[in-house]
């Protein structure tokens, strides 16, 4: 039996886009001679809905899509695999149910739920989603078919040191003697995560004797990102087939016969690139926009946005805005202009000293006898805020932030300043991986100007101005925050494992506790990391934390 796996990016509530992609590719899969098309968890309605499941009328549309997608592949030779959402029984207490449905010939042959609900990080689902209440093997061409959900695969015993469930959903599957498990997922990416998937995979495989299929949905969807990766793997726990990384796909593979192939994986460093890139078009276009704007500073940070919208959305979509004020410097406009070559962008000066020194003498009776401070740092960054707002509304085009995961960690960011805008394109890489990454994007070329690497970070908001005069060098800050912030280990446990002295580590991790109220105002962050800021990291702002 040749099995397709339909890697697609479905659009949240985009009904009639989601099916007719669906559809399309069916019949590609079908000309290719698949008998069955595998499509990603709720593929239907897209991932992740969140309280669209409580409105009824949502749940009654994905109802009629289901009928839908059956009616107009009843004429095809494969039958269809896709993830729905659908009203859940009455009696569950909640208003829905996670589900897959295989479609044959027009008919509905099975509609299996979802067992297991995660609730940690980025997931929410016992929010809104009732657990299936068993698992049945269905048949297909006498073929027995063990069908999971994400999650549903993830809580082997014998492959987690701790398993969050007490149940795992396979154990009641194989005791119907499938033929083969497939898995529907909408897994999204972090660091680390493909290889992940591909080991618990294939351990399941070796474990059940059969092959494991995994259709994973690609795309971004507001801060989180799919990386797509579906995989087959045989009974005997090779890979025998993969699809792309963040992009769309098709592979057809027979789970019973296929050979072995070689993995196909990025490093790290490209997988976070292509990663932003993905959910930065995606964000963006999904949102019904075309243009951004970039606010280039001549550092790195907004030299690296830059280079994301650029390959994301075009050249010709990013509109890169110079802003100097007295404390900038000659090369910060220079560099911008001649990354703005190397991308092919548009790229403006507006010059802000009149209006800088025309705020400061506004606000000078009332601080008269006052030094300057932070204040007038402020200014000059909320100066720039509306003015990148002022050409967003112009020309349509949305704001890119420019900020790392450093600087929202330690609050050396301006609210309604460098933090104002539509997406935190690389809020979530540390600077160091954001000199990493820049790094590889100049394997081959210049894309980057090596005076953009090269220069001392700074603000330029004060004469002579660096990043190291209030923190300390990132080599040393962005462990700390990694074990911090991403695997919430102790002042104790970091100053263990890296030797940096504790006093230093627990004034880290106040400026990080103290900054919670700017990061809950932010825009969203693309999340690339284990843990971001976000969705997936909840903590109070009014707190009173022994560090």
């Known amino acids: 039996m040749k099995i397709a796996l339909a890697q697609i990016n479905p659009t949240v509530g985009d009904f009639a886009g989601n099916i007719e992609t669906m559809v399309r590719v069916s019949h590609r899969a079908a000309a290719q001679g698949a008998r069955l098309t595998v499509f990603s968890e709720l593929a239907v309605c897209g991932y992740p809905p969140a309280d669209f499941l409580e409105k009824p009328s949502f749940l009654a549309r994905c109802k009629s899509a289901v009928v839908e997608l059956a009616a107009a592949t009843q004429n095809l030779s494969t039958a269809v695999l896709a993830g729905v959402a659908l009203p859940a029984p009455a009696d569950s207490g909640k208003p829905a149910v996670n589900a897959a449905i295989l479609v044959d010939k027009g008919r509905i042959l099975i509609e299996q739920h979802k067992r297991l609900l995660p609730f940690y990080d980025v997931f929410d689902e016992q929010r809104y989603f009732a657990g299936?209440?068993?698992?049945?093997?269905?048949?297909?061409?006498?073929?027995?078919?063990?069908?999971?959900?994400?999650?549903?695969?993830?809580?082997?015993?014998?492959?987690?040191?701790?398993?969050?469930?007490?149940?795992?959903?396979?154990?009641?599957?194989?005791?119907?003697?499938?033929?083969?498990?497939?898995?529907?997922?909408?897994?999204?990416?972090?660091?680390?995560?493909?290889?992940?998937?591909?080991?618990?995979?294939?351990?399941?495989?070796r474990r059940d004797g059969i092959p494991v299929l995994m259709c994973n949905q690609v795309g971004g969807n507001d801060s989180l990102i799919f990386d797509g990766s579906s995989l087959a793997i045989s009974a005997h726990g090779d890979l025998i087939a993969q699809a792309a990384s963040f992009a769309e796909d098709l592979i057809v593979v027979d789970p019973f016969s296929a050979p072995p192939v070689r993995e196909q994986c990025d490093d790290d460093t490209e997988a976070a690139y292509r990663a932003l890139v993905l959910g930065t078009r995606d964000y963006v276009r999904k949102c019904g926009f075309r243009k951004v704007l970039v606010a280039l500073s001549g550092g790195i940070?907004?030299?690296?946005?830059?280079?994301?919208?650029?390959?994301?959305?075009?050249?010709?979509?990013?509109?890169?805005?110079?802003?100097?004020?007295?404390?900038?410097?000659?090369?910060?406009?220079?560099?911008?202009?001649?990354?703005?070559?190397?991308?092919?962008?548009?790229?403006?000066?507006?010059?802000?000293?009149?209006?800088?020194?025309?705020?400061?003498?506004?606000l000078e009776p009332l601080?008269?006898?006052?030094?300057?401070?932070?204040?007038?740092?402020?200014?000059?960054?909320?100066?720039?805020?509306?003015?990148?707002?002022?050409?967003?509304?112009?020309?349509?085009?949305?704001?890119?932030?420019?900020?790392?995961?450093?600087?929202?960690?330690?609050?050396?960011?301006?609210?309604?300043?460098?933090?104002?805008?539509?997406?935190?394109?690389?809020g979530d890489l540390v600077k160091t991986r954001v000199y990493a990454v820049c790094r590889w994007l100049n394997r081959e070329r210049e894309v980057i100007p090596h005076a953009i690497l090269e220069k001392p970070p700074s603000a330029e908001l004060r004469p002579n101005q660096k990043d190291t005069d209030s923190l300390p060098p990132y080599d040393v800050l962005d462990p700390i925050l990694e074990a911090y912030v991403e695997r919430y280990e102790t002042p104790e446990q970091i100053a263990e494992a890296f030797g940096f002295s504790l006093e230093l580590i627990q004034q880290v991790v106040h400026l990080v506790e103290r900054a919670e109220y700017k990061r809950q105002q932010a825009a969203p962050v693309l999340k690339v990391t284990s843990k971001s800021f976000g969705m997936g990291r909840r903590f109070p702002i009014a707190v009173k934390v022994q560090v």
């Open 132 to 205: 299936a209440r068993r698992q049945q093997v269905v048949e297909l061409d006498g073929v027995r078919l063990a069908i999971s959900i994400c999650e549903d695969a993830w809580n082997d015993k014998d492959f987690w040191p701790r398993r969050l469930y007490s149940i795992d959903p396979m154990e009641e599957l194989m005791r119907q003697n499938p033929a083969l498990h497939i898995n529907l997922s909408s897994s999204p990416f972090w660091h680390g995560k493909r290889q992940l998937r591909r080991e618990m995979l294939a351990a399941i495989a």
């Open 301 to 362: 940070d907004s030299a690296l946005v830059a280079a994301i919208a650029a390959e994301a959305l075009g050249p010709e979509n990013v509109i890169g805005i110079g802003m100097p004020s007295p404390y900038s410097s000659t090369g910060s406009i220079d560099d911008s202009r001649q990354l703005a070559a190397n991308l092919g962008i548009r790229f403006e000066v507006i010059v802000i000293s009149t209006l800088f020194h025309a705020y400061t003498g506004a």
């Open 367 to 426: 601080f008269a006898g006052l030094k300057p401070d932070t204040t007038e740092e402020n200014i000059q960054s909320r100066i720039r805020a509306n003015l990148l707002m002022a050409v967003s509304n112009k020309f349509s085009a949305l704001v890119l932030t420019t900020g790392n995961k450093s600087e929202m960690a330690v609050g050396y960011c301006t609210l309604y300043g460098d933090m104002a805008g539509a997406l935190a394109v690389i």
